[in-house]
């Protein structure tokens, strides 16, 4: 599938930079994953903007108060979206308000990284290292022990 992993803001922390650069660069090897940011704002305007930015993909919006699989259960779910034959994915970031009740409805899954909210920049790398861990998990690769 392909990714698209779009977040609301600019980058401005150097830590979430460096680990945001070394997942992507460790995805190359596993297919297209893209990382668009879009332009900050109330959470009706970055909601809007991420619902049109992800038009044609099936959308995973993030939030805290969203489902908690493990690895494994998200490796099922990804397999699950690839045997209904979907080719495109995202995955939304919201910014400091979060996002309207009318995108989570919207969503095709809402995933939260764990139930502490944290903040975007910090929510985008423990997401790509979730992706990069799925897709070793995906090609029987050993990154990944249970
Ligand atoms: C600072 S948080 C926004 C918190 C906001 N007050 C709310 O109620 O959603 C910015 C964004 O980071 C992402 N995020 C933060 N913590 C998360 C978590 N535990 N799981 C998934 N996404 C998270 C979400 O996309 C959220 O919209």
Redesign the pocket.
Same mark, same amino acid.
């Given at each position: 599938m392909n990714h698209e992993i779009i !977040?609301?803001g600019k980058p401005s922390l150097k830590y979430a930079k460096d680990g945001t650069a070394e997942y992507l660069k460790r995805l190359t090897r596993y297919g297209k994953y893209k990382l668009t940011h879009i332009k900050d704002g109330s959470?009706e305007d !970055?909601s809007k903007r991420l619902y049109e930015a992800s038009e044609g993909t099936i959308r995973v !919006?993030?939030?805290?108060? =969203?489902a #908690?699989p493990t690895t494994q259960e998200l490796v099922k779910l990804y397999n699950k979206w690839e045997m209904r034959g979907v080719k495109n994915i995202s995955f $939304?970031? =919201?910014? +400091?308000? =979060? *996002?309207t009740q009318q995108l989570r409805d919207d969503a095709d899954f809402i %995933? +939260?990284?764990?139930? $502490? #909210? $944290?903040? *975007?920049e910090?929510? $985008?790398v !423990? %997401?790509l290292e979730q992706i990069y861990r799925v897709a070793t998990i995906k090609r029987g690769e050993p990154y990944h022990r249970d």
């Open positions: !977040v609301a959470s !970055v !919006v993030m939030d805290e108060r =969203g #908690t $939304l970031i =919201g910014a +400091s308000d =979060g *996002h %995933l +939260s990284l764990s139930a $502490l #909210t $944290l903040m *975007h910090l929510a $985008l !423990v %997401l």
